[in-house]
T-cell receptor
Framework: KNQVEQSPQSLIILEGKNCTLQ??????????LRWYKQDTGRGPVSLTI?????NTKSNGRYTATLDADTKQSSLHITASQLSDSASYIC?????????FGTGTRLLVSP | EAGVAQSPRYKIIEKRQSVAFWCNPI?????LYWYQQILGQGPKLLIQ????????DSQLPKDRFSAERLKGVDSTLKIQPAKLEDSAVYLC?????????????FGPGTRLTVL
């Protein structure tokens, strides 16, 4: 069964600290993996996209990694800001289908 | 470039009433998606259009949900009659390339509350 699992479910960190979000998937065949950021009351916005041959991708303070062998991905946020408070959703594309994780809700506290 | 537009942003109705949502995708995007996102969960695909044809509606509750995309541009999603469990955010997204799923651009969503 195609599934995407994310951990932790929620996370609270202090402003300026780093954090890492995890994504494990069982989607097959694998096409690509995206991380989306979803602010409260808004639609998801794409942060990074990685294909099978890519193992790291950065977008500013966001760095995503992919291990296609173990089917794991992580999203590392450096020097967190209050505006990073949001849900982060891992999405894996299989055969023309997107499988969404349930997301990690991040709260950055001042 | 203008993003995906949705309206209304919020809607409150009583159960058994009807409701309709509207979506205007990014200009030129052939593929349009409707998702249902229940609080605390990831989005669930309801229906996918390629131009004005349906590609995937396997998870659309067809006894109460319907969607159309006339002329391959704007789309409407209707619920008739609504149930309490339909309370969710309804997201519309569009993308520009097929057959492979390209990056989807999401609208702000319509938050539906069924009382």
């Amino acid at each position: 069964k195609n599934q995407v699992e994310q951990s932790p479910q929620s996370l609270i960190i202090l402003e300026g600290k780093n954090c890492t979000l995890q994504c494990n998937y069982t989607v097959s065949p694998f096409s690509n993996l995206r991380w989306y950021k979803q602010d409260t009351g808004r639609g998801p916005v794409s942060l990074t996209i990685m294909t099978f041959s890519e193992n790291t991708k950065s977008n500013g303070r966001y760095t995503a990694t992919l291990d296609a062998d173990t089917k794991q991905s992580s999203l590392h946020i450096t020097a967190s800001q209050l505006s990073d408070s949001a849900s982060y959703i891992c999405v894996v594309t299989g055969f023309q289908k997107l499988v969404f994780g349930t997301g990690t809700r991040l709260l950055v506290s001042p | 470039e203008a993003g995906v537009a949705q309206s209304p942003r919020y809607k409150i109705i009583e159960k058994r009433q009807s409701v309709a949502f509207w979506c205007n995708p990014i200009s030129g995007h052939a593929t349009l998606y409707w998702y249902q996102q229940i609080l605390g969960q990831g989005p669930k695909l309801l229906i996918q259009f390629q131009n004005n044809g349906v590609v995937d509606d396997s998870q659309l509750p067809k006894d109460r949900f319907s969607a159309e995309r006339l002329k391959g541009v704007d789309s409407t999603l209707k619920i008739q009659p609504a149930k309490l469990e339909d309370s969710a955010v309804y997201l519309c997204a569009s993308s520009s390339r097929r057959p492979r799923a390209d990056t989807q651009y999401f609208g702000p969503g319509t938050r539906l509350t069924v009382l």
